[in-house]
């Protein structure tokens, strides 16, 4: 079993949509976790940070932490197609190392 | 001003030959990584420098080797490339080891 999971889609959504992407872990030891952006051949861009559980929102996207349910989320309202993207969750205990989901390909239809 | 950056963005090159790919941070970070991002998209850390020291070092053929030359700056030297080197490579830093990572653009590695 994968340290975290994450379903790779690919995903389609009318754009204005409300999408929830997933992942779920195996280590309870994490408590950083993160959402990150990929554009076609660019580099991963952090959209949120959070620590432990509860949830956190910035704009259009919330990010949801559960560890006792050992699963994270981020919402996307209102979607656009400039959202078309790959999403990746990843997370960290302390000082240890990041580790990634496989990522979630999204395409918003307009 | 680009907060990481690689460079070569784009490498092709010969099996057996050695290549470098370099990374510079202007964030004033201490800790610097380098991923490997392979044809599915799965990130895959394989080194880490927390102030010039190497702190993670995956499993990974000593064919590679990173240097960094000071708390800015973490190549990666790549001996005698393989076919499965080819590789989208990603380099990232952080503020101490608990602080959000940040990428760089990647360089695209193709072995032929």
């Known amino acids: 079993q994968k340290e975290v999971e994450q379903d790779p889609g690919p995903l389609s959504v009318p754009e204005g949509a409300i999408v929830s992407l997933n992942c779920t872990y195996s280590n309870s030891a994490f408590q950083y976790f993160m959402w990150y952006r990929q554009y076609s051949r660019k580099g991963p861009e952090l959209l949120m940070y959070t620590y432990s559980s509860g949830n956190k929102e910035d704009g259009r996207f919330t990010a949801q932490v559960d560890k006792s349910s050992k699963y994270i989320s981020l919402f996307i309202r209102d979607s656009q197609p400039s959202d078309s993207a790959t999403y990746l969750c990843a997370m960290k205990s302390g000082n240890e190392k990041l580790t990634f989901g496989t990522g979630t390909r999204l395409t918003i239809i307009p | 001003d680009t907060a990481v950056s690689q460079t070569p963005k784009y490498l092709v090159t010969q099996m057996g030959n050695d290549k470098s790919i370099k990374c510079e941070q202007n964030l004033g970070h201490d800790t610097m990584y380098w991923y490997k991002q392979d044809s599915k998209k799965f990130l895959k850390i394989m080194f880490s420098?927390?102030?010039?020291?190497?702190?993670i070092n995956e499993t990974v053929p000593n064919r590679f080797s990173p240097k960094s030359p000071d708390k800015a700056h973490l190549n990666l030297h790549i001996n005698s490339l393989e076919l499965g080197d080819s590789a989208v490579y990603f380099c990232?830093?952080?503020?101490?080891?608990?602080?959000?990572?940040?990428f760089g653009q990647g360089t695209r590695l193709t072995v032929v």
């Open positions: 420098y927390n102030n010039k020291e190497l702190i």
């Open positions: 990232a830093s952080s503020q101490a080891r608990q602080g959000q990572a940040f």
